[in-house]
């Protein structure tokens, strides 16, 4: 092999090393992103992702809230927790979750949008439960922010306490969805109440405007949760002691 040839065959072999490296690089980043995409991939996830927007909460609390075992429950944040999209926060004997960081919301919330947008049967599914339990009207977080400004609008969270504690709208009233109709003179009837919970999925605010227009109250839901309204810079307060 003459040195002509010798120089082209190490050329060509420096050539397929190369696209070999670019091609494993590339394989390498699409397998870790497919990790993240398929922890995702299951209901039960996605709702504990869900929740945990809302702040952190026990293992116990999370099976209890998503209608699981503990076993399943602790399965489930085990696959979150290996794909980095959950992390623990140790409080003496206690072990509370919560998410990585506020990109993983935000990938969530892309993925709904785009569900919704582009998967009817989700739109059919949602518009169908409303209007099949609940008549009621809607506002979203720009037409809330206009509201506000007219000084003429309660806000009333109904999540858990534990959740109002860990991060709220501003001058939100706390009254949890079990207790609300007992503690509706709470709530003045000169303003219109306005009612939020986790988010657009959450039927939380959809029973609480039910309860308070048969009670004669002027009420909306937001139709976002409290973790789009944090998402956007808006005022919020924590109450944790």
């Not at 706390?174 to 109709?181: A, F, G, K, N, T």
Request: contains cysteine; glycine residues 4%; aromatic residues 8%.
């Amino acid at each position: 092999m003459n040195r002509w040839n010798q120089l082209f065959f190490f050329v060509v072999e420096g050539l397929l090393r190369q696209t070999m490296n670019k091609r494993q690089f590339k394989d390498k980043v699409y397998s870790e992103l497919a990790k993240i995409t398929k922890s995702m991939a299951n209901p039960h996830r996605m709702e504990i992702i869900e929740l945990l927007s809302q702040g952190e909460f026990s293992v116990e609390q999370i099976a209890d809230q998503i209608s699981l075992t503990i076993a399943n429950a602790s399965q489930h944040l085990q696959v979150l927790k290996t794909a980095q999209l959950v992390e623990i926060n140790r409080q003496g004997n206690f072990i509370f979750y919560r998410l990585s960081n506020g990109n993983v919301f935000k990938a969530w919330k892309s993925l709904r949008e785009l569900g919704v947008e582009r998967i009817a049967a989700i739109e059919k599914v949602v518009k169908e439960f409303r209007e099949s339990k609940f008549d009621l009207e809607m506002v979203t977080i720009d037409q809330l922010i206009e509201k506000l400004a007219s000084g003429k609008v309660t806000i009333l969270d109904v999540r858990s306490e534990s959740e109002f504690k860990q991060g709220h709208i501003a001058n939100a009233i706390s009254i949890p969805i079990e207790e609300l109709s007992k503690r509706l003179k709470e709530l003045p009837k000169r303003t219109e109440i306005v009612a939020y919970c986790r988010g657009p999925f959450c039927v939380y605010a959809d029973e609480a405007v039910a309860m308070l227009t048969k009670a004669g109250y002027k009420a909306t839901r937001l139709e976002e949760g409290f973790p789009d309204w944090k998402l956007q810079d808006l005022p919020i307060e924590v109450s944790m002691n």
